[in-house]
């Protein structure tokens, strides 16, 4: 187990920001850490090591946990086990799927009826049908219900993905992927109907507001609003479902993944901040008001090299039923589960 006590913010930074919503431009000079980290969650099956994880999203009933893992490595391809597992709690393995379909399973979402939806971001070349670039549906047992993009084949038009890093689906089937993973990719969010029918979209590559540079996690709140992890540009921003811009928020780092509960506390997990990239942040999971934009807690990344090393800590954030936090971590190669103190 580990665990640390209190740290300082970046409140300058916030304040020069000029964007966390009303009430949230006090200093937020410090932060506490109410959790306590417990290494090796996750028992996978017949000796089988952790590759790296990104995607992760609780079950509806908050009792398990499903988890996209990458067979081992960083990779599917030519692999023969399940990438996509779903665990009780404690960490034992209940189900998985997915073998031979998923090259690269990046981000995750789980809709109230069960059904799991799944971005498979990285593409290779048709072999004989390719795999990547796609957003696969799936029944819990595994059984395929819908794919939105072309298998393999990358592109920027209402049919086709560039990476797509994430997922979510509203109470009412409207479906919004985050497109792409790279900051010169397509920088854009696609809308569609509960039926795969493409809406609309909005995004560019660039700095101002309503433009992105990765756009790497989703997340919405109680009121419908569209947050997105800007990860490129190290922001969160804040968008109505019909893709205008709301806010723009830089207090949650450089977010490689979101999670909004049900009482509209907004979690973000920053695992690329370093002396390169968002200068002056430290990496970890912040978490915070969805509402006010408020940091209320910090868990600080367990990589104690800040700025020596690339990726670190989690990528992918889920919460269950009790409160408890699972972090996917690509670098680390592994699934970390975070309790109340």
């Known amino acids: 187990m580990r665990g640390t006590g209190r740290i300082m913010l970046a409140a300058v930074v916030v304040l020069a920001a000029g964007t ?15 959790y306590m980290a417990i290494d090796g969650w996750g028992q996978l099956p017949d000796g089988r090591q952790w590759g790296a994880t990104s995607a992760v999203y609780p079950a509806p009933d908050g009792e398990h946990i499903w988890v996209g893992e990458r067979c081992g490595a960083n ?11 779903l665990f009780d709690t404690e960490g034992n393995l209940v189900r ?17 009826d069960g059904s799991v939806w799944v971005a498979d971001a990285v593409g290779y070349a048709p072999v004989p049908e390719g795999w990547g670039h796609v957003i696969y549906k799936f029944s819990p047992e595994g059984e395929v219900l819908m794919v939105l993009g072309e298998k393999g084949v990358a592109g920027d038009g209402p049919g086709h993905f560039n990476k797509p890093s994430d997922i979510l689906v509203t109470s009412d089937g409207t479906i919004f992927v985050a497109d792409g ?11 569609f109907s509960a039926d795969g029918t493409y809406l609309m979209e909005w995004g560019s590559a660039g700095t101002a507001n309503g433009q992105f540079r990765d756009p790497h996690a989703l997340a919405m709140d109680s009121q419908g609003r569209l947050f997105v992890g800007d990860r490129g540009n190290s922001r969160v921003q804040v968008f109505d479902q019909e893709g205008n811009h709301l806010e723009t928020w830089h207090q949650f780092g450089r977010p490689s993944g979101l999670f909004i509960d049900e ?9 690329e901040s370093n002396a ?12 915070g008001d969805a509402a006010t934009g408020w940091v209320t807690a910090f868990i600080p990344d367990p990589e104690p090299n800040q700025d020596g090393s690339g990726t670190s800590g989690a990528e992918g954030i889920a919460i269950d039923a ?3 936090l699972y972090g996917a971590e690509v670098g680390p190669r592994q699934m970390r589960k975070y309790i109340r103190r």
């Not at 431009?25 to 850490?33: D, E, R, V, W």
């Not at 391809?77 to 990438?83: F, G």
């Not at 993973?181 to 809308?191: E, F, L, M, S």
């Not at 390169?276 to 912040?286: E, P, S, T």
């Open 20 to 34: 966390a919503g009303a009430g949230a431009l006090a200093a937020q000079l410090t932060a506490p850490n109410p």
């Open 75 to 85: 990779l599917c391809v030519e692999s023969d086990v399940d990438p996509i597992l």
């Open 96 to 112: 998985s799927f997915g073998s031979g379909l998923i090259a690269w399973p990046h981000g995750m979402f789980v809709e109230p």
């Open 181 to 191: 993973h790279d900051a010169g990719g397509n920088n854009r969010i696609v809308k």
């Open 263 to 271: 009482n509209d506390v907004l979690y973000s997990t920053d695992s």
């Open 276 to 287: 390169r990239r968002n200068k002056g942040w430290l990496r970890g999971i912040y978490v």
């Open 322 to 324: 009790h409160g408890n």
